[in-house]
């Protein structure tokens, strides 16, 4: 459903005449109108693609018309009870009118939103402000919630800055029962802001005050890292990592603590979620935001010369009717060049009658409530669309649609509108990142025939990004950090078809790790690791890099990838240790033979002194000689048996995949790496490359799906 062009008329009570309703425009499932004659706005609920407009007239599509008109009386609910409790922490609702055109409320015209701000003010905002803007948050959620109030798609546009207050707006109401009619959650959930319970079509978790918190979280994380938060579905998946930003511990527990996936491990209240973030004793006077509560006055102009004659022009705009299409252009009569004086008296006397005439015409024309003058914006060019791909209006805002997509149904929703890729070609350095890392994706599609046409324009983008000059801002330099470690990965690759070009490749990834980025630096040791081919010196180079990544201390993936590289390169510079056999035990000397015993002389006996008769002879008894042992024989060590080695298994090379969900506008390359190697890791393999395969990107969700490719080599059974 595209914005209304049409004026419409609303007959609300308490005014005398219907009101003329004039679109102003259209963000989410909020249109916003002004009113002519007066300085209100008139907001109605209008989900897209559910409803459809004739004549001023709504009708819900037969698949949502049930769900839109408990839509529509739940948001008649809640603007009634906002009217009577009128808490001041939201933006007053002076009427809310039922009629064929919706349900609107009549509200004060708003003023400047911190969307606005961020716009001008894209980086990081210094801690101090986010402190005190927490305060006045929490303040303003503490109210609401005790009126029994759920903001339910708290965002920067619905916060408005008014002095050193602040006030909410964009009040909403449960939008998920038009998930499954519709097929699509695109313009009915906040991508980043949205808690997970938001996403949940089968409405299996309430939406309550946790979800406000999970949103107030979410702007102080985009307040502190200068970023958009993640959306909820990928801080489900486990990406939900802080960009390397110093802030307090205790404040960065906090948020995290606001941002549980789960509501019940939420805070409880919104005094609760204060109290976590650990905030120092509030000064005396807090620093606020730059040119919005503080804006020093404007010294007033010199009046111009008029000349005597020269009267002023009247408003004559309610007098007269105008048509329709000339509604927007003020009333302006034209006079002609004052001839010369020829009449004499007579000018004075024209002229004191026409002065006359204004003074009595002029107090009852006063009387009337001036039309607010519309804020005339400049629409920027439609920019080119590559090849294949169409920009289409939508909801106010140029978005890109392609057609040639995969089998499987790709449409890759593109975020960015006129006015980020005007700032690109002005060379705003964040939105020059940012279509890089647009195309990049769109040349990763195996079924894309124009990869080397997106190829080419990745390239483009985030040289002129990486080139561009350093202003001391914090976004320039974080963006161009971005585009060197993109531009040095796909250069280190050969991506869009071209050769790998390793000397440029180093030149980008230094220019990246010298701003401290940890996977920057990871890559910048892993090309010199493989360019190395023996060199003693880059291979200390690498070792150097690996060392400084191992050292992060947070256990993450990024560390024990660092921790690997360092124990690769040292088992690869590790002289051989010499094996030291023993040395044989000395041969022994056999021992002296004993030398032979004499035979002993016996004595002859002598005979009796009287013999009888002669007695034989006596038997000489001789002794045995000694039994003479052979000397022991010297023993030997045993001969040095081969050590049986067992036979190594055989190194195999093979490819692993798995997806992991990414953000089509962010550089997504280094945890596609990550995601590629852990899953060679888990399979027991050195990772040999990653490359990014099949993408999916479901149409009307703000993140893809990217299969890592990644070739392994090792020993696997």
Partial sequence: MTLTKAALRLKVEGFRKPLRLRPLRRVGALETFAVEGAALEAVRFVPAGAVREADGKLTAISEAAEQYAAAVDAFEALGMRLQSTAPSAALPVQAVARAAGGCFWLQPTTGVTLEDWLDDNPGPVAEPIVVAFARHLSKALEELHAAGIVHGDLSPRAVLIEGDEVRLTGFMVDRRPFFRPLRSQQDLVEPGYAPPEAHDGALRHPIGPAADLYAASALLQRLLTGRAPPPATARVAGDDAWPAVATSAGLRAGIEAGLATVASERPASAAAWLAGLDLPPEPHDAPWFEGLARTPPEPPSPEPETDSLALPPLPMADLFETPPDAAEAPLTIAREAPARRRWGWWAGGIAAVAIAAVALVAPRLSSRPPTPPTAATPKAAVPVAPPGCQWLSAGGVWRLRCTDAPAQGLRLPERFDAQTTARAAAGEPSAMERLGAFYRLRASETANPNRSAYAYQALDWLQRAAGVADDGRPDTARARDD?????????????????????????????????????????????????????????AQARGLYARVAQLGDGSLLQREGERGLARIDAATKPAPVEVLPEPPAEEKPPPAPKPVPKAKTPAAKPPAKAVAKPPPAKTVQSAPPVVRAPPKPVRPPPRRPTTVAPALPVRTWTTSTFIKVDPTTNFYPALELAGRAACDSEGGETLSVRAGDTNCPNGVNYCQVRAVATCQGARP
């Fill in 483 to 539: 585009a060197a470690l993109a531009l040095g990965q796909m250069l280190a690759r050969g991506e869009g078809g071209r050769a790998p070009d390793p000397a440029a490749a180093e030149t980008r990834l230094r220019q990246a790790a010298a701003g401290s980025r940890a996977d920057a630096v990871l890559a910048l040791a892993q090309l010199l690791e493989a360019q190395a081919g023996g060199d003693a010196d880059r291979l």
